[in-house]
C-alpha cells in the first residue's frame, strides 16, 4: 500500500474518536488533509475545531467548519494530528511543516492524542529526522551554539517564517535515546520556543493506516 494510501486510512479511522457535540483539535500536514475532508462528512455532528495552523484553518473553513479559539473553548477531549516520526513509546518528532509550536499547546490542552500515520514513520528510535526547534529570531545563533554543545548539527531552515513570526532550526546527527530529558534540556535554552519532541506528552493512540497501536 502506498504512505498516500496509509495516510489516508489513518485520517479516516481517526473518526471513530469524534464525539457529537464536541470541539475537535486539528493538527497539520498532508495526513490531518484527509483527516479535515473526512471530518466534513460528520461537520453537523461536531461543535467546530481548534486549529493548529494557518494552513488547517484555511481548509476547515473551506469546508464550512467553525474554527474556534482555543481560549474561548477551555479543554478539548481529543487532538488529531499527524507526526514525522513515532517510536514505540507512542513519542514523536512533529514540526515538519513548521507548526510545532501551536500543535504543542492544542495537544496540551486536549484529554486524549491520536496520532494519525503511515508506516514509513515507524522508527525504534528517534531522530533520523532532523528535530525541529522554533526560536525567536534574535536567538538563533545562540541557540545553534548551544546545540552544536550537545553534538546536534542544526540547519536553519531559511525560507520559512512559522505562523508565530518565528524561525526553525532542524538538527540533525542526534539518536535521541532519552526524549523526556532531551525536551526539557532543549527548551531551558534561552530563545527556544518550542521544541518538536513530543516526549513528556506523547500521543495516547497511535493510528498506521487503520492500524491501532
Ligand atoms: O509541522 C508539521 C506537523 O508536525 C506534521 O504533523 C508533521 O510534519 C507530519 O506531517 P505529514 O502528515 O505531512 O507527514
Redesign the pocket.
Known amino acids: 500500500m502506498t504512505s498516500s494510501n496509509e495516510?489516508r486510512l489513518a485520517g479516516e479511522a481517526a473518526i471513530a474518536y469524534v464525539e457529537d457535540d464536541s470541539v475537535v483539535g486539528v493538527?497539520?500536514?498532508?495526513?490531518?488533509a484527509f483527516f479535515i475532508d473526512a471530518l466534513a462528512d460528520i461537520k453537523d455532528r461536531i461543535r467546530g475545531a481548534v486549529s493548529s495552523?494557518e494552513q488547517s484553518t484555511e481548509q476547515l473553513k473551506k469546508h464550512g467548519i467553525e474554527v474556534l479559539d482555543l481560549n474561548a473553548v477551555g479543554p478539548l477531549d481529543l487532538y488529531v494530528?499527524?507526526?514525522?516520526e513515532c517510536d514505540p513509546h507512542k513519542r514523536l518528532i512533529?514540526?515538519?511543516?513548521?507548526?510545532?509550536t501551536r500543535?504543542k499547546i492544542v495537544a496540551a490542552a486536549s484529554r486524549q492524542f491520536v496520532c494519525i500515520?503511515d508506516s514509513s514513520?515507524q522508527v525504534d528510535v528517534l531522530g533520523n529526522f532532523p528535530l525541529?526547534i522554533e526560536v525567536i529570531p534574535m536567538a538563533r545563533s545562540h541557540v545553534a551554539r548551544q546545540i552544536s554543545k550537545l553534538d546536534g548539527h542544526p540547519v536553519w531552515r531559511d525560507d520559512t517564517v512559522t505562523d508565530n513570526g518565528n524561525w526553525i532550526l532542524d538538527v540533525h546527527g542526534w539518536r535521541i535515546t532519552d526524549p523526556v530529558a532531551l525536551e526539557a534540556e532543549l527548551n531551558q535554552i534561552a530563545g527556544v520556543v518550542s521544541v518538536?519532541l513530543f516526549a513528556r506528552r506523547g500521543a495516547d493512540v497511535v493510528l498506521v493506516g487503520d492500524r491501532k497501536l
Open positions: 495516510k493538527g497539520t500536514g498532508s495526513t490531518v495552523s494530528d499527524g507526526a514525522d512533529k514540526g515538519g511543516g513548521a507548526a510545532l500543535e500515520i514513520k525541529p518538536g
